[in-house]
């Protein structure tokens, strides 16, 4: 019997961080791991982890940022073995099920890769609607789009 559990923690353990770092395969860590200093007093960053049988196999990050009764994702990773099973789906499912609850009318907000075709599916069957384009992702040549939700 498959045994699932998710909790929420304002950071991760550094054995938790190694296993995340052999996940991303040097794609970008930042979501995950900036510093603290990136982070103004009043926010706060939480990460919402996935355990399958105690061993961790999926975290979702995210920016709360109060003053604006806004919260920024930050990222969403699954482990190799565990992709394409929709334990994404139930750990951004929980997260904003969590979320909508600790901070009910904040504006969630996103963004993602054009060519990343699995997260924009699984962020507008979770309720998010695009709302803007960037071209230039942080000076990265990159493109993203934009979507957001209302926590209800």
């Given at each position: ?55 961790l196999i ?41 979320l909508a ?32 384009y960037i ?18």
């Amino acid at each position: 019997m498959e045994i699932l559990r998710i909790d929420v923690s304002d950071e991760l353990t550094p054995p938790e961080k190694q296993e995340v770092k052999k996940w991303l395969k040097g794609l970008e860590e930042s979501i995950f791991f900036v510093g603290d200093e990136w982070f103004k007093k009043e926010e706060h960053k939480l990460f919402f982890r996935l355990f399958k049988s105690n061993t961790l196999i999926g975290v979702y990050s995210c920016r709360v940022v109060p003053y604006k009764k806004t919260i920024n994702g930050r990222g969403i990773i699954i482990s190799p073995h565990h992709r394409g099973l929709k334990y994404g789906t139930l750990l951004l499912r929980e997260a904003i099920n969590y979320l909508a609850k600790e901070y009910k009318g904040f504006e969630m907000k996103v963004v993602v890769h054009p060519e990343n075709i699995a997260s924009l599916k699984l962020m507008l069957s979770l309720g998010f609607k695009v709302y803007g384009y960037i071209s230039d992702f942080k000076n990265t040549g990159e493109p993203r789009i934009k979507l957001k939700m209302i926590l209800l």
